[in-house]
């Protein structure tokens, strides 16, 4: 890395895709107030010192009531000049999570509606975004042949600096190649 | 994503492998001034604006003298109150990168040593960080079984914006599943 001083250029925001494998079915919600109404997941703007998974699971229930797990990162896209960043730039990171709990309680300030949609049919709909859509046919794509096809794994290591922990995120080595 | 406007809590910091496929080795750097001469990546903070890539391809330039060309994102870490960060997180991208030209003319501003390694010897030395070492197990694994493996391929889309794009990294898809 640069010994330069820097300075923050980027927002995160995580989107979190529950999936039951159980069912095949994924959590999607519409928002509030949209000219469109395009099934996406739930998501948001990560706090300042808070990890990817756990704005994940934070954002899907505050919108939707259902908590779910952090299972791995599926994406990532890096947007410049986005709107509402002030000049700044937008990263945005979807994650894969599973269902600890099922019930539906929705955001009503947030939400128009939100349900358990059968990823099959969210890979068919036009009522979505580009990205929900592809990111549907990654878990189709996962569901049908394993999901060390579509992930990126997590793990937590320790920093340089001590007493500090890092998140690192990338396809899962095999066993042989593992160590340390 | 939230409709909060939001602020700007990362920098982005991104590291290039450039891996010669035809010998199997790596480029790698020794930054001055520390007190563990520990191999690594050439690498620094994005400009504002900057895509990924083209910080890889340029930290790469600046650092080592030699020209190479984005393939693919192979990590992602999350680190938060980073060092020289000023209470900012850090978020921190490792690429893989194809060279185009093979002479080093490194830096001597920033780098004490500049070599091609081959990846097998990162994979064993001790002299070294351990991403980097984690990188070096990823690209030996990609060099024997196929880049498909451990490669995020990447994508530049339309933005819901008119005018604008984004570049969207993921798993890349079966050819059955990759229409829209």
């Not at 890096?78 to 019930?103: E, K």
């Not at 793990?155 to 001590?162: G, K, N, T």
């Not at 922990?165 to 080595?173: D, M, N």
């Amino acid at each position: 890395e640069s010994r330069l001083p820097g300075f923050a250029t980027h927002q995160v925001g995580v989107a979190g895709a529950v999936l039951d494998e159980t069912n095949g079915k994924v959590l999607v919600v519409q928002d509030k107030n949209k000219t469109k109404n395009a099934w996406k997941f739930p998501g948001g703007l990560s706090d300042l010192g808070e990890n990817i998974g756990a704005t994940a699971a934070r954002e899907v229930y505050e919108e939707t009531g259902v908590r779910a797990e952090f299972r791995s990162l599926l994406s990532i896209r890096q947007q410049h000049n986005h709107p509402g960043a002030f000049g700044m730039s937008d990263m945005y990171l979807i994650c894969r999570l599973s269902p600890l709990t099922h019930s539906i309680n929705f955001c009503r300030h947030e939400c128009l509606r939100c349900e358990w949609m059968e990823v099959a049919e969210l890979c068919r709909t036009a009522e979505t975004t580009p990205i929900t859509s592809r990111m549907a046919r990654l878990l189709l794509y996962g569901l049908h042949h394993g999901f060390q096809h579509i992930d990126l794994t997590m793990e937590e290591l320790p920093a340089v600096y001590s007493g500090m922990f890092y998140q690192l995120f990338h396809r899962q080595l095999p066993e042989s190649l593992r160590c340390s």
